[in-house]
């Protein structure tokens, strides 16, 4: 909805699983050697999410090589086939240097009819 550096998009999104299969032991002999999982979710299970979300890059020089560093916050809203509303804001902070490392600080807090959760963590990348 805005242009760059300071970029606000919103967003649909769908989505669909379908699990109606058990948990499939693959055996070699009388040794267990995989366990193939489906998905966690019930059959035939549906959600629907919308989300506002800011992103702002704050780097000196705006070119496609330049070193990132940026913020960004987004606020999620939605349903699904279990009756679980849920809201979510996500937070994140990332610093590009020297070409070759990233540091970010992150965070969520997610609240829902059936259960809530909340995050933070820091990242160190380095690249070579």
């Known amino acids: 909805?805005?242009?760059?550096?300071?970029?606000?998009k919103f967003e649909v999104r769908?989505?669909?699983?379908?699990?109606d299969k058990l948990n499939n032991f693959v055996f070699e002999?009388?040794?267990?050697?995989?366990?193939?999982?489906?998905?966690w979710t019930p059959n035939n299970y549906k959600?629907?999410?919308?989300?506002?979300?800011?992103?702002?890059?704050?780097s000196l020089l705006q070119f496609c090589e330049a070193e990132k560093h940026y913020y960004?916050?987004?606020?999620?809203?939605g349903t699904d086939t279990e009756k679980n509303p849920t809201i979510t804001f996500y937070g994140g902070w990332h610093l590009e240097f020297r070409k070759k490392g990233l540091?970010?600080?992150n965070?969520?807090?997610t609240r829902s009819k059936?259960?809530?959760?909340?995050?933070?963590?820091?990242e160190y990348k380095y690249s070579f």
Not at 1 to 8: D, G, M, N, V, Y
Not at 29 to 39: A, Q, R
């Open 29 to 39: 002999g009388s040794d267990l050697v995989n366990i193939i999982h489906p998905y």
């Open 72 to 77: 960004e916050f987004k606020l999620s809203t």
């Open 107 to 109: 965070g969520y807090i």
């Open 1 to 8: 909805l805005t242009p760059f550096p300071k970029i606000f």
């Open 114 to 122: 059936i259960w809530d959760a909340s995050s933070v963590w820091a």
């Open 103 to 105: 540091i970010s600080i």
């Open 47 to 58: 959600a629907f999410l919308a989300s506002f979300s800011w992103y702002h890059d704050l």
């Open 14 to 19: 769908g989505e669909y699983r379908n699990s």
